[in-house]
């Protein structure tokens, strides 16, 4: 088990437009487990190379939180979205924050698996949010850019899920 070094929102690998994986290399492999085990140890739902340093078109995502669902996600694609959710979301590069966001309630993925072999991944709710969000991270982009609202500490969320239940 490696733990990576997460990159917060400032650092420029973050900008970056990622590039395809034509084929997986030995160092890919460590880096899918690397951010496996980094995503966990964070508590995270989510981790996409970038967030580690490397401009490479991979994410990780298990909405379980604890190692039932692991996805790896080679050149993933959105092939179709539809519906819509609102609601909090964070990011392991923003530390300590969340915002509203808006985005498909359904999505359907195409990518390669740690095989590279070819699967589609169809998620609704968390699983839609989380596919839409690390797909975007090998773009370059960040959640705060769609944030309804601005950014919010954690402590005030815990306070308006709260209130909500
Ligand atoms: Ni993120």
Redesign the pocket.
Known sequence: MALRNIRTMGDPCLTKICREVTSLTDRDRILIEDMLDTMYDAS?V???AP?VGILKRIVVVDVSMDGDQPLVLINPEILSKDGEQTGYE?????PGKSGLVTRPDHVVVKAYNENMQEIRVEGTELLARALC??I??LDGH??VERVEGGLITNEELERIMNEES
């Open positions: 995270g989510g981790l996409a967030q964070g990011c392991l590069s923003v969000h690390e975007e991270h960040l959640y």
